[in-house]
């Protein structure tokens, strides 16, 4: 599980993450704790349904504007940040979320719940069918144990 800390997202937060993302670009011996942050949500948001779900978490108060307003401001300002991949405090978050999408079961899963989810019986009768072939799977087996094992 992520825990990320709230943010009220209001008109003085952001301005200060402006002139601190400036701040920490422009000098190069400080540490990069805000850039990666801004990075950070500029991956999480990628729709306004995104920020929505973050709204919803508690995780952003949006006291600003819009949900496309922040949207925006995170998705414009992140895109052009310099951020070491291995030198900010969530560099072992980014290794291991990058090694999750690359895993190839999940991806197999998330193919076939993107396919499925838009027809909802086909889910209902894909879920039977799965459980089906398992409770099949379990009957060879005990099939072939009761054959290989003599009753006493």
Excluded at 13 to 24: G, M, V
Excluded at 94 to 121: P, T
């Amino acid at each position: 599980m992520l825990l990320v800390p709230q943010i009220n997202f209001n008109d003085f937060f952001y301005s200060f993450l402006l002139n601190y993302l400036a701040f920490e670009q422009c000098i190069f011996h400080c540490s990069k704790h805000i850039t990666t942050y801004v990075v950070f949500m500029g991956c999480l948001i990628n729709t306004a349904i995104d920020l929505g779900l973050l709204s919803e978490s508690e995780i952003i108060v949006n006291c600003f504007g819009s949900d496309y307003d922040i949207e925006k401001f995170f998705k414009d300002v992140g895109k052009d940040m310099i951020v070491g991949i291995d030198d900010h405090y969530l560099s072992s978050l980014f290794m291991n979320v990058n090694k999750y999408g690359k895993d190839w079961w999940h991806l197999q899963w998330v193919k076939i719940k993107r396919a499925y989810r838009k027809r909802g019986g086909v889910s209902t009768l894909f879920t039977m069918g799965f459980m089906l072939l398992y409770l099949e799977v379990i009957q060879t087996v005990i099939t072939i144990f009761s054959y290989y094992v003599p009753n006493q």
